[in-house]
């Protein structure tokens, strides 16, 4: 435990158990670094999601909502707002993929930044004899971002994608 003038804090680190795993912990929401005996170091609060839309088929032009999470440590995601909120400066990993239904002369997905385009952010999709099926669109990114900045996916021209299995919108703090 430490204490340091007028800032006071708790930081507890050492063993866990038998099981032999080192671990620094800021006595907040458990242990925040954690080393094992194979030497494997894992974040357990690193910020990270994984959205999705619970519904087969659904229509966007716009902000795309991902109304459902398979994970979302430290609740950063918003599933009512389709914003991923960055809870400190750092490096985050994002990645999409789905598929689209219909034909596109000029159909394109983004990820905005504060509400933003951004250069590199935007992939573009055309396909004039698709008629009723389904084609694959995906993208990953590497950002920085200050803390509070927000990002979201936006989509065009009334894009018909697939949800549940089909898609997924992730992201998490590299460092």
Not at 58 to 79: A, D, E, K, P
Not at 80 to 102: D, E, L
Not at 103 to 113: E, F
Request: proline share 2%.
């Amino acid at each position: 435990m430490a204490s340091s003038g007028t800032n006071n804090y708790d930081a507890y680190m050492g063993m866990q158990d038998s099981d032999g795993i080192f671990f620094i912990d800021n006595n907040s929401n458990g242990h925040d670094f954690k080393i094992d005996r194979d030497g494997r170091v894992t974040t357990p609060n690193t910020p990270s999601f994984a959205a999705f839309q619970s519904q087969s088929v659904w229509t966007v032009s716009g902000t795309m909502v991902f109304n459902s999470t398979r994970h979302n440590v430290g609740n950063h995601y918003s599933t009512s707002n389709g914003h991923f909120t960055a809870p400190v400066s750092g490096s985050y990993q994002f990645n999409f993929y789905s598929i689209y239904k219909g034909n596109h002369t000029s159909g394109w997905v983004s990820l905005y930044k504060n509400n933003a385009r951004m250069i590199g952010g935007d992939i573009h999709f055309t396909f004039y004899d698709l008629g009723n099926n389904w084609d694959n669109v995906s993208f990953s990114q590497v950002l920085y971002l200050s803390e509070n900045d927000y990002v979201e996916m936006k989509s065009a021209q009334s894009t018909t994608w697939h949800g549940n299995n089909w898609q997924c919108f992730s992201g998490y703090l590299l460092g």
